[in-house]
């Protein structure tokens, strides 16, 4: 089998010699490997984060350099915004709610601290919380349900998006209920929801689990409340204006 510079820096998955050959000249042999290396170390992290955001799902790119922190979003304390952006709360195993009308700025803040976190290798992963319930009831019926609650194994992130847009039955109740059991204290979360916590009977129907979910939730949370209207619906109004 014959080999060229360029076949085998592709076999290897060394993308930057090629482009570092010109660089020979003026620079000895240990300054041009370790500039070799630093690239291709830089070149495999960059694979990984790309890897982590695709595996991750997101419905949309936002990142926190687009999102606008507004007097509207009411916070605990003055620690929360700080320990948000700063991912403390995932290496505390804390979670994150963000409650409050349709469109003021929930999904963009969730979506784009999971994107940071993608960013500095952790692993995550957002879901639609109407579409989890449809594949854990799915897993169920298939007796595919430890081998879908092992997806999440290595997952340090987990983002639920849209928490009581739908009711659930009872059998989707109870496997969620057990999937963010099992996460408890072990994983951070995140959920968005257009619903107040007194509300969330209407979607899990059953009040002592409601109650038991909710407590797990909001035991080390940090918990966001977005008031004011929807920026989506103001920003379509002064474009028909």
Not at 206 to 216: G, M
Request: charged share 25%; aromatic share 10%.
């Amino acid at each position: 089998m014959s080999h060229t510079l360029e076949s085998t820096c592709q076999e290897l998955r060394l993308s930057r010699i090629p482009y570092l050959i010109d660089s020979v000249e003026g620079a000895t042999k240990e300054e041009w490997l370790l500039d070799l290396l630093i690239h291709e170390v830089e070149a495999k992290e960059q694979r990984r984060i790309e890897r982590l955001i695709k595996q991750a799902k997101f419905s949309s790119h936002k990142t926190l350099e687009m999102f606008e922190w507004h007097d509207q979003i009411l916070v605990q304390d003055h620690q929360t915004k700080e320990q948000l952006t700063s991912l403390d709360f995932i290496q505390s195993n804390q979670n994150v709610v963000c409650i409050g009308a349709p469109g003021t700025g929930k999904t963009h803040l969730a979506s784009a601290l999971g994107y940071k976190a993608c960013r500095q290798g952790i692993e995550t992963r957002f879901w639609r919380v109407s579409d989890l319930v449809i594949e854990l009831e799915k897993a169920w019926k298939e007796s595919q349900l430890e081998r879908f609650k092992k997806r999440f194994n290595r997952v340090q992130l987990i983002i639920l998006d849209e928490m009581g847009y739908v009711p659930f039955n009872k059998n989707g109740s109870e496997l969620l209920f057990q999937l963010i059991s099992d996460w408890y204290e072990t994983k951070s979360i995140i959920i968005t929801s257009n619903l107040e916590f007194s509300s969330w009977n209407k979607v899990f129907i059953d009040p002592r689990l409601t109650s038991a979910l909710v407590d797990r939730l909001i035991h080390h949370a940090h918990i966001l409340t977005f008031t004011g209207e929807s920026y989506r619906l103001k920003n379509a109004l002064s474009k028909i204006e």
